[in-house]
Structure formats: structure tokens, C-alpha cells
């Protein structure tokens, strides 16, 4: 994990906990502006960035980091041999679903496939399925066992 604990993080910086209006603001409006319709390819790079500076050694850490980050909470519904169905749920997800139709979460998703990469030790890719009718995101998560990751 990385130097400093997401649990660290958190109790320090509860106290300055930002609305949720703050961070739909930056997510749904200004990042969207800056990065145009490249937005969401951006997004999931991004989102294998951060998980690479906040490795995490299981999925069990991977699920709690969801909820310190405020992403909403990480279930699991399906796992096999290749691949795993993980169901993404929160108030603000409801939300973001809702006011934003064309919303994505291509930042999850990256974090969730480099988080896989790291743990697994093989090449992952995350897809993303909304759920409108039950206001979730499911994401899919595949690897090839064949597919080893060199370690450096």
C-alpha cells in the first residue's frame, strides 16, 4: 500500500469533506469541458494511474478504498475462472444517473482494472454497464491467465 493509508487519508481529511454539488461540479462539468470528447478514455487512464500510486494488496482493500473515497459502495455478484462482475451503488451514483444521462465511470473502471493487474498479475480491462433501472453500475472485469504481467 502506499506511504500513507487511504484509513490515514481519511481521518485526516474528514473534517474538510467536500458536498457532493462540489464534486459533481469538477466531475460532471468541468472535467467533461477540459478533456472534450476524449473525456472518458482519459478518465480510465486516470483511473489506472491512481491505482498504481495507491496499489492495493486485495480486493477486500479495493472495496474499502471505494467507500473512503466516497465512490460508493463495491460488491461482488459473479466471479470465475476470467473474469468478475463487480455492482457499484450509492446515493450519488443514483444521482449522477439520474441529472446525467451521458455520465460515465471510466475512472472506476481503470482503477478497478490496473487494481486487478497488480493483484492478479495479469492484463485486465474493466467494462462498464449503467444500470439505470436500479441506479448501479456493473462493471466487468476480464483477465487472461496467459497474459502475464513482466515483473521489473
Known amino acids: 500500500m502506499s506511504e500513507i493509508t487511504t484509513s490515514e487519508q ?4 474528514e ?18 469541458e477540459l478533456l472534450s470528447k476524449d473525456a472518458p478514455e482519459i478518465m480510465y487512464w486516470d483511473g489506472k494511474r491512481i491505482a498504481r500510486k495507491f496499489p492495493l494488496a486485495t480486493l477486500e482493500e479495493t472495496i474499502r478504498f471505494f467507500e ?4 460508493g459502495i463495491l460488491t461482488i455478484k459473479e466471479e470465475s475462472r ?13 444521482s449522477r ?16 482494472a490496473q487494481q486487478m493487474e497488480q493483484q492478479k498479475n495479469v492484463t ?7 444500470n439505470k ?3 448501479k453500475i456493473l462493471f466487468t472485469v476480464k ?3 496467459n497474459d502475464l504481467i513482466d515483473e521489473k
Request: proline residues 6%; negative net charge; aromatic residues 12%.
Open 133 to 135: 433501472k436500479s441506479s
Open 97 to 112: 444517473l439520474k441529472n446525467n444521462p451521458n455520465c460515465t465511470f471510466q475512472l472506476e473502471a481503470g482503477f478497478i
Open 15 to 32: 473534517r474538510l469533506a467536500v458536498p457532493a454539488f462540489g464534486y459533481e461540479l469538477i466531475r460532471e462539468f468541468l472535467l467533461p
Open 143 to 145: 483477465w487472461d491467465k
Open 82 to 94: 476470467r473474469e468478475m462482475v463487480l455492482e457499484l451503488g450509492s446515493e450519488l451514483i443514483s
Open 124 to 130: 485486465a480491462e474493466t467494462f462498464e454497464h449503467p
Open 10 to 13: 481519511k481521518t485526516e481529511s
Open 68 to 71: 473512503d473515497a466516497g465512490w
